[in-house]
């Protein structure tokens, strides 16, 4: 564990695990602990991972003002992360909602992307949507899963405001496991609400504006789906991808919105494929 200052001096706290060069590592929820993230499946075995502990995360402090959670004013603390490793330039994988994050930090600072890998990414920044058919087509492939009805059932709660995590998770992990249902356990210490309410702010994004710096982005960018994931779906996991110069996509089977949980070594080695080529 490590810390650096952000530029409005918060202290932000990184962990180090793995050998090999180094991958910067921002974790989605929005707003949840690095820890989710793991090894991310064995990849530090090929990789050096530094996970970010985003501001009032984790083991990094509560910033002064609360308004500062706002994703698009986290993208300076990201540049002060790559500062502070000593790097030129980096390869950066991000999952989920920190895809935005790392999204617009691409945008901002695209001569400092090496490679970027987006994990079943969020896509607000460049104003791809998610909607409820999306989401509910993906959960109709789970259907002969004996766990579906209750699950769907809590998904379907949502559409009422009724939020139950833990009742439609196995959809959102599209299998049911072991390793998926203790990581659902860990995620009640790893979330932030308090901080997550802030990250999503209507004025944090400019999409076209978003899409036109990254047209410029030389660096390659990998795009990593899963097979019943409803947010992102394959296809616009696809056009995701598209939004980017040198943009591709991969579809993992077999798993949902985190493919290194339970099936790791299908995840490990398109990341690894794509980072060493």
Request: with cysteine; hydrophobic share 45%; net charge negative.
């Amino acid at each position: 564990m490590a810390t650096f200052s952000a530029p409005d001096g918060t202290l932000l706290t990184h962990h180090r695990e793995g050998s090999g060069e180094p991958l910067l590592c921002l974790p989605g929820g929005p707003m949840r602990d690095s820890a989710c993230l793991g090894d991310l499946g064995g990849l530090a075995a090929h990789r050096t991972l530094h996970r970010l502990d985003l501001r009032g995360t984790g083991d990094s402090a509560v910033p002064a003002d609360p308004e500062t959670y706002r994703v698009d004013r986290q993208v300076e603390d990201v540049e002060a992360f790559r500062a502070a490793l000593g790097l030129e330039r980096v390869d950066l994988l991000a999952h989920s909602a920190g895809s935005d994050l790392a999204v617009l930090y691409a945008a901002a600072h695209p001569e400092r992307i090496a490679r970027l890998v987006l994990v079943t990414p969020a896509a607000a920044a460049i104003d791809v949507p998610f909607t409820v058919e999306d989401r509910t087509k993906a959960a109709a492939q789970l259907a002969d899963e004996p766990w579906y009805p209750k699950a769907a059932a809590a998904l379907e709660a949502t559409k009422r405001g009724v939020f139950d995590f833990d009742g439609f998770a196995p959809l959102i992990y599209g299998r049911w496991g072991a390793a998926e249902q203790q990581h659902v356990v860990e995620r009640a210490d790893q979330v932030h609400p308090e901080a997550a309410q802030y990250y999503y702010q209507e004025e944090a994004f400019e999409p076209a504006a978003t899409r036109a710096a990254l047209a410029r982005l030389e660096a390659p960018v990998l795009v990593v789906a899963g097979e019943f994931d409803g947010g992102p779906t394959p296809a616009r996991a696809a056009e995701i991808a598209a939004a980017f110069p040198k943009g591709e996509h991969v579809v993992l089977p077999g798993v949902g919105h985190f493919p290194w949980i339970g099936e790791p070594a299908p995840f490990v080695a398109a990341v690894r494929e794509f980072l060493d080529r």
